[in-house]
């Protein structure tokens, strides 16, 4: 499988903590971008951050790149219930025309 | 801005029966996707379109077929339906190549049982 894995794949925190998730992938990449999901609707972009990038911000959240170890964090800060949700990497792998998902960590933010 | 909309919305099939789901998107943009998303297995390209009148296989395309007649739309077939095709389908767009540095622009799903 191409697709990526993120870890964990279920995530509860108080409201207020950080949240962190994680996201591994095979290949060689060009960008790898955020997504969020809530439940039963379509996934909103998040953030990307091209391979030749390290780390980057978006309000509350920051996402770090390792492409020696070909992986990827999101830390969402001061996190609230209205972050609920799934959140999924996916990969813009060289060579694709495509992106390629992970299997999603399911957030749950308790108020 | 509607952005994409796609229809049915929800649809319960028996095995071996046909039928099409819509995506519409109203941004312009030149590429357009179809996903399927089921239980522990994230999102797989089913089949995309680089622009109009273009169609191309993604990971998953067997039992599909799609077309994209006018820019704006990009439909989805199923030609004989079977239950391993029960999932919740979406389809997304962006005005780049997916990952060159344009985000995918999805919408809400079409959830599709096949009996």
């Known amino acids: 499988s191409q697709q990526g894995e993120e870890d964990p794949q279920a995530l509860s925190i108080q409201e207020g903590e950080n949240a962190t998730m994680n996201c591994s992938y095979k290949?060689?990449?060009?960008?790898l971008q955020w997504y969020r999901q809530n439940s039963g609707r379509g996934l909103v972009h998040l953030i990307l951050?091209?391979?030749?990038?390290r780390e980057k911000h978006s309000g509350r959240l920051r996402v770090t790149l390792d492409t020696s170890k070909k992986s990827s964090s999101l830390l969402i800060t001061a996190s609230r219930a209205a972050d609920t949700a799934s959140y999924f990497c996916?990969?813009?792998?060289?060579?694709?025309?495509?992106?390629?998902f992970g299997t999603g960590t399911r957030l749950t933010v308790i108020p | 801005n509607a952005g994409v909309t796609q229809t049915p919305k929800f649809r319960v099939l028996k095995t071996g029966q046909s039928m099409t789901l819509l995506c519409a998107q109203d941004?312009?943009?030149?590429?357009m996707y179809w996903y399927r998303q089921d239980p522990g297995m994230g999102l797989r390209l089913i089949h995309y379109?680089?622009?109009?009148?273009?169609?191309a296989k993604g990971e998953v395309p067997d039992g599909y077929n799609v077309s994209r007649l006018k820019k704006q739309n990009f439909l989805l077939g199923l030609e004989s339906a079977a239950p391993s095709q029960t999932s919740v389908y979406f389809c997304?767009?962006?005005?780049?190549?997916?990952?060159?540095?344009?985000?995918?622009?999805f919408g809400e799903g079409s959830r599709l049982t096949v009996l």
């Open positions: 941004m312009n943009h030149e590429y």
């Open positions: 951050i091209r391979s030749n990038e």
């Open positions: 290949t060689s990449i060009n960008n």
């Open positions: 997304a767009s962006s005005y780049w190549a997916s990952g060159s540095s344009g985000e995918l622009f």
């Open positions: 996916a990969t813009d792998q060289t060579g694709a025309n495509n992106l390629f």
């Open positions: 379109s680089v622009g109009e009148g273009t169609t």
